[in-house]
């Protein structure tokens, strides 16, 4: 099975900041690499598929990029909406998996 | 507008059986492979299991193998999952998602709730 591991955990920062977000994988996930945003009591919502494609509706701010065992999402400019936990998510080998999540906290 | 909406939820006894399903509109439902996913109280995500878009193929997480069986019916565009032997640990909110090993889940339902307690 595939380890992703996210890091920080929790990331404090203010609006207007920029975010960068990491995930790093046990093996190599090519790049089939995701990365979704979760606010309370919502769905997952997909934000970055294939390591660097936006999903359908995404903002420009949010981008992602990396290949192979490490990834990094960032947010250019964080708007008040952004404050959530993201997760990567790999679907390179069976089982998928997903890391543990990042939590983007107001500073 | 794709649309997925998952029912079947509810309490059951350890031990017990439940099938949760997810009704999918606004896409062609027999072109795309789908996803269970599940989340426990205050926790991450976990993939459960995929099914390929014509049903011929079935993938599970280690956690759930042998006792979760998923299905889906094409002419009814509707994903299920049975969930047999259920234990406490299975407790959790239950998304269906379109996507799975050939494709990223790009579309969730709102989620159904599972509890397993006496």
């Known amino acids: 099975e595939i380890v992703l591991t996210q890091s920080p955990a929790t990331l404090s920062l203010s609006p207007g900041e920029r975010a960068t977000l990491s995930c790093r994988a046990s093996?190599?996930?090519?790049?089939?690499l995701a990365w979704y945003q979760q606010k309370p009591g919502q769905a997952p919502r997909l934000l970055i598929y294939?390591?660097?494609n936006r999903a359908t509706g995404i903002p420009a701010r949010f981008s992602g990029s990396g290949s192979g065992t490490d990834f990094t999402l960032t947010i250019s400019s964080l708007e008040p909406e952004d404050f959530a936990v993201y997760y990567c998510?790999?679907?390179?080998?069976?089982?998928?998996?997903f890391g543990q999540g990042t939590r983007l906290e107001i500073k | 507008e794709v649309q997925l909406l998952e029912s079947g939820g509810g309490l059951v006894q350890p031990g017990g059986s439940l099938r949760v399903s997810c009704a999918a509109s606004?896409?062609?439902?027999?072109?795309?492979?789908m996803s269970w996913v599940r989340q426990a109280p205050g926790k991450g995500l976990e993939w459960v299991s995929a099914?390929?878009?014509?049903?011929?193929?079935?993938y599970y997480a280690e956690s759930v193998k042998g006792r979760f069986t998923i299905s889906r019916d094409n002419s009814k565009n509707t994903l299920y999952l049975q969930m047999n032997s259920l234990r406490a640990e299975d407790t959790a909110v239950y998304y269906c998602?379109?996507?799975?090993?050939?494709?990223?889940?790009?579309?969730w339902g709102p989620g159904t709730l599972v509890t397993v307690s006496s």
């Open positions: 998602a379109r996507g799975g090993g050939s494709s990223p889940l790009d579309y």
């Open positions: 606004g896409f062609t439902f027999s072109s795309y492979a």
């Open positions: 099914i390929s878009s014509s049903g011929g193929g079935a």
């Open positions: 093996q190599s996930v090519g790049i089939y």
């Open positions: 294939d390591a660097s």
């Open positions: 998510q790999q679907r390179s080998n069976w089982p998928i998996t």
